[in-house]
């Protein structure tokens, strides 16, 4: 069995972003189960991770693609055609037949290897899909989807929630298989003796999606019921740099000290950070809660599906009750006020075990291998 997994974003040895860490943790998981796989990306630089190649196409001369730049190049018009264009694009470039398995991490390519067995793993939520490439593009893509007949495509969800989203939308059977912690977890060594806490966002800097308006808006009305405190905003890629601006513009001339980083290094991150706060208004699963949430720390949720999902069973999970500014600051205040000491549950820990986790693939993958 020899499996191909295909990337929409580049990869690096440093990776942060979940979908990015997803294929990274998967193929490194097979490969230490002796099942060859690679990894092809659209751009990026050839490397190799735990003796995995990663094959970059280098579709244009855009160096490093993200959701703006696909779109411009490719989905100007979000069509069955386009679709069908980037597909034929891609497959002009790289020779999937070699492979057994095609497994895909974007519904955008689904037009490509139709008469290869696939699996997608989707990690965008409806609302995200919308949202990076075009209004109603989830329902187009869905209406093709429900009307293919093709039973050698295999489809999984991260979550119970969005897995019956799918399958009410699309008509086919949807795996659940809810994503891993790493197989070697942060360490959790608190920082003692700081003279102010350190509020961390580890949320990519997208502010639709990811809500940090809400927070900040949040944080500035309870400013004064909170020690002194300073807010760090991760996801700083190039392409969300102009919502700085936007986030500047909320805080005015409030005294609400914050930065921006570029984060490399998310273990440092964590360790640092006195409380994580994800006030996200939708996501396909949230990787960044259940980091956080494994390491221990204080963590404010915002009231979605899945993060509710990830957060039962888990002491140090705050979910914010309902939507709003306001309710996300009372929740904030109690979360800080909260003494937890107690080590996560290993109950909890055991539901996102990678060796569970890489387990269900191989399993679905054999599936997959034998319709």
């Known amino acids: 069995m020899k499996i191909l997994h295909v990337s929409l974003w580049p990869i690096y040895k440093k990776s942060i972003g979940g979908t990015e860490k997803y294929v990274m943790l998967l193929s490194s998981a097979l490969k230490k189960l002796s099942i060859e796989n690679d990894v092809v990306m659209l751009s990026g630089k050839k490397i190799s991770i735990d ?88 329902n187009k893509i869905s209406r093709v989807i429900k009307s293919d007949k093709n039973s050698k495509t295999v489809f999984v969800a991260p979550s119970k929630y969005y897995a019956a989203k799918y399958r009410k939308k699309f008509n086919k059977k949807i795996f659940i298989i809810p994503h891993s912690l790493d197989k070697s977890p942060y360490t959790n060594r608190q920082k003692t003796n700081r003279k102010e806490l350190n509020i961390f966002v580890p949320s990519r ?42 986030l500047q ?63 039962t069973g888990n002491k140090y999970a705050f979910i914010v009750p309902n939507a709003g500014a306001s309710s996300l600051g009372k929740t904030i205040l109690e979360a800080v006020k909260s003494d937890l000491k107690t080590p996560v549950s290993k109950k909890w820990l055991d539901r996102y075990s990678p060796d569970q986790w890489i387990n269900k693939y191989v399993k679905l993958y054999k599936l997959c291998l034998n319709k």
């Open 205 to 246: 800097l997208e502010i639709k999606q990811k809500g940090q308006d809400l927070l900040l808006k949040s944080l500035i009305a309870i400013n004064k019921k909170l020690p002194k405190f300073r807010i760090i905003f991760a996801g700083l890629d190039d392409q969300y740099k102009p919502n700085v601006k936007a």
């Open 51 to 138: 003796n995995v190649s990663y094959i970059p196409l280098n579709l244009s001369s855009t160096k490093k693609f993200d959701e703006y730049s696909i779109k411009n190049e490719f989905f100007q018009k979000f069509t069955i055609k386009s679709l069908q264009k980037f597909a034929e694009k891609i497959e002009n470039e790289f020779d999937f037949y070699k492979y057994d398995i095609i497994h895909f991490n974007s519904l955008l390519f689904y037009f490509c290897c139709l008469s290869k067995k696939r699996i997608f793993t989707m990690h965008d939520d409806p609302a995200c899909f919308n949202l990076n490439w075009g209004r109603r593009s989830f």
């Open 249 to 311: 513009k909320i805080k005015g001339s409030k005294n609400v000290s914050f930065i921006f980083k570029k984060i490399n290094n998310m273990e440092t991150a964590y360790q640092n950070a006195d409380l994580v706060v994800l006030p996200s208004r939708f996501e396909s699963f949230g990787y960044s809660a259940l980091e956080s949430l494994a390491l221990g720390k204080k963590t404010v949720l915002s009231n979605i599906p899945t993060y509710n999902e990830i957060a």
